[in-house]
């Protein structure tokens, strides 16, 4: 398997295209309306937040990825259209409105949304801006559609690979956005992939279900699930390659390469969390269980404390310690060791539960590196996770005490 | 039932101190050991951190109350004694040298700590205090002693009340400190209380525990609960009256005053949350059951989202709809109403999960104010809960960006 350029159009049979169309009433530089489109008919599969609130495109793409089948995905960004007067019938009609300018069904469309809850969609200034979307769709218009959907995100997010299946080259590539209201427990916030695999939709959505487990549910900016979460996956099947069974090294080779594209788009949602100055990477090894593992780093991860000492280079590893205390998970507080990693190298600053005496000033150093890791190691077992998130900062305050405007 | 004052001391039967003897290295001006004295042993109960990491004072507290009994608390602030070398050895040591110059048994001290996690507690320092802090005891000295547990608290929390059991004045005072670290399902952060009413001690520890429910668990800072929180009453029984029986009208109004005190001190600790520019009351209304409507209230304020908009007086109040879905409870949001409240006033902003239009430049004048309601109405039943929180402020992430020096 190999890391290749063209996001969510780095597979065979899929343009995309993004522009403004006034959503974001603002800022006309900024594009607010991605388009997907794959060449043919689609198997799809897609995961959604967990939150009771829903956002109504959600609710009416559930409807429309019934059959397991989708050839486009349309998405803004600037307006949730959650807890918004007439949110089904203005997704139904931006779907209806993607559809007719594309000759396909409404029901093939994946409809998404992302930013201020509570608005009415201006569902007027999508459709008016259809036909202009639709005429830019193109091969290479990954870029567009990764901008498009962005919000306070200051960077694009985009990942695709490229390996072998039954001899033919299979391609999964996707496009991802943050950067806040994000924690585990969810769908993700947006993140749209393509493959030119031949797979069918229930296989699909038992690898989405796991590579969302392992990548974009270990991932939090801010500890609030968004009511708009959704990673879908269109599969185009023009690679050509034997249709992939329910089990055996295809699946295998399949499904790992979709855990590695969405563990990459994971991961950049969390380094570019809203304000965020620190990317961090928590690692624990040592624990009974991987769920064990995993709630322990989830819980470090999502410290407020623990991310207000990394965003200020204090080794403040108490609060590691403190926030898997309070984790839900069982351990001997007596046998956990705690170091911070960065480029600048390592410090170790608690073995077997007690702090050590260690280097403050190269301590400092390590910690103002933008990407730090937690290293963490209990005496339970062998079982181990890593999860990853951001500092806080006062940029995260400034961006969120002003958001609506 | 009336509001009095002394703090810790109204009760018949109490001194207190509050001294600084150095703990607190970087500031000469700031007290950092407190005591508490009863007059007459005391029947003694207490609740503690549910955090599986537990600090060192908590752990020989809970052995120095099997028996129900204690005299005194001794407590320090500047130094949290957790996941500390010689943590347990060295809280020994604080109880013996308080017992040695009081007279009493060690095991009728009560120990707590509250500051840096992982440091070695400077013993000696206290141990060279004590003589100091002993002779300075007064029944006037609640300030002292609240002035004395306090950290990054702005404010010293007190708060006693008197009633009448069987024909007789009973007092219930306290003293209290957050103001980081601070989350609902935990003992609290420390908060001494003291009474001269006649309890035995399960009765006291019955009523502590459903006192706790309702007010410090309640409380929310910032998602952390401490290794370190304890809460504890010592009873004198001087004023005289007839010991409260495990039912009736005695019971019932000496718990409901406990109640009062706990929830008094509790909100205090959410005013003056670390950084907070406001103080927010979150009441949920019309819920199946007191259990779903305290986790519907308790997702509000701990979302930081929300904290941010409150902090910026943004009626964002998408983001408290979108808490409230994540809470676990099962709602249906077409029936959720939503309104902000302070001392400028009133505003509706979401009715039956829709977004209402409103006098923006009023909701920015109502959320300006520093105490701020955030108004929930469900159409699930009759049950509702209060809590308490802050908002969060550039100042929080400055104090806990930098908070070991």
């Not at 429309?64 to 089904?88: I, M, P, T, Y």
């Not at 974009?216 to 023009?238: E, H, K, P, W």
């Not at 839900?328 to 060791?337: I, K, L, R, S, Y």
Request: proline share 2%; net charge negative; hydrophobic share 45%.
């Amino acid at each position: 398997m190999k890391n290749i350029t063209g996001g969510v159009c780095a597979a065979k049979g899929f343009k995309a295209a993004g522009i403004h169309v006034g959503v974001k009433t603002n800022n006309a530089d900024k594009k607010d309306l991605a388009l997907i489109l794959a060449d043919c008919d689609c198997a799809a599969a897609a995961v959604y937040t967990k939150n009771v609130v829903k956002a109504a495109p959600l609710l009416v793409t559930m409807d429309n990825l019934k059959d397991g089948r989708a050839r486009a995905v349309l998405a803004n960004s600037g307006n949730a259209n959650a807890c918004a007067a007439d949110g089904e019938a203005n997704a139904m009609r931006s779907c209806a409105a993607a559809a007719k300018e594309l000759g396909i069904a409404p029901g093939d469309v994946i409809v998404a949304s992302t930013g201020v809850i509570g608005q009415r969609l201006p569902v007027e200034v999508i459709e008016n801006g259809i036909p202009e979307l639709v005429s830019s769709l193109s091969y290479d218009g990954s870029d567009n559609a990764a901008s498009a959907i962005m919000t306070t995100d200051l960077t694009m997010k985009q990942y695709a690979v490229e390996l072998e299946i039954s001899g033919k080259a299979v391609r999964i590539g996707g496009i991802a956005k943050g950067s806040g209201m994000i924690h585990p427990n969810m769908g993700t916030m947006l993140a749209f992939l393509t493959t030119d695999c031949a797979v069918s939709a229930p296989l699909m959505q038992e690898m989405l279900a796991e590579a969302t487990r392992i990548s974009f549910n270990r991932v939090s900016v801010d500890g609030d699930t968004s009511t708009n979460d959704i990673l879908c996956i269109l599969a185009s099947g023009l690679a050509g390659n034997v249709e992939i069974a329910a089990q055996g090294a295809d699946y295998d080779a399949f499904a790992g390469a979709l855990g590695t594209v969405c563990v990459e788009l994971a991961k950049m949602v969390a380094a570019d969390g809203e304000g965020a100055n620190h990317f961090i990477t928590c690692a624990v090894a040592g624990a009974a269980s991987e769920e064990d593992a995993e709630a322990l780093s989830k819980a470090v991860i999502s410290s407020t404390l623990t991310k207000a000492a990394i965003f200020g280079a204090d080794a403040n590893w108490g609060r590691v310690l403190c926030a898997m205390g309070y984790s839900g998970v069982v351990f001997d507080q007596d046998c956990v060791d705690i170091a911070f990693e960065s480029a600048a190298g390592r410090v170790d600053v608690c073995k077997s539960g007690r702090g050590l005496p260690f280097d403050e000033p190269l301590a400092k150093k390590i910690l103002t590196v933008r990407d730090v890791t937690i290293d963490i190691t209990l005496d339970s077992g062998t079982a181990g996770c890593v999860c990853w998130g951001c500092d806080i900062t006062y940029e995260y305050i400034k961006i969120n005490g002003d958001y609506r405007t």
